[in-house]
């Protein structure tokens, strides 16, 4: 006799492969700019496959709590503690930087921060100049 058992989020792939993936919630997919959290499974079956599945799901969840809790923090800011926060972020982005002129580098990292739909209070001319 044999049991089959279908592990929640779990896809399978062609040539066996598995997939974990999960669809984040609404506020999370919104900070993170993606729909699915998913990730190619190493594990094909057995056991090894289910403390995978469960580590993947332990994972998912520390990320939407993580997330959560940085936006419920964000949310209690004043404005004008908001807007040093995101001062001394686009600091530390520039110093990281690398380009020949200074006014590039931050022309560069300000449209890479709009490009990927971050924070707003970030790219804006007046944070970053």
Request: proline share 4%; hydrophobic share 40%.
């Amino acid at each position: 006799m044999v049991v089959v058992m279908k592990l929640k989020y779990v896809d399978d792939l062609s040539g066996g492969r598995k997939r974990f993936r999960r669809r984040w919630p609404k506020a999370v997919a919104e900070v993170l700019g993606e729909t699915f959290f998913q990730v190619p499974m190493k594990a094909r079956e057995g056991a090894a496959l289910v403390s995978e599945q469960e580590a993947l799901q332990s994972h998912f969840d520390s990320i939407v709590a993580t997330v959560t809790q940085d936006a419920e923090q964000l949310a209690r800011l004043s404005p004008r503690e908001r807007w040093r926060q995101a001062v001394a972020e686009a600091g530390r982005l520039l110093e990281g930087s690398r380009g020949r002129d200074e006014d590039e580098i931050r022309q560069t990292v300000a449209d890479d921060i709009a490009q990927r739909q971050g924070d707003p209070m970030l790219h804006r001319p007046d944070t970053l100049f």
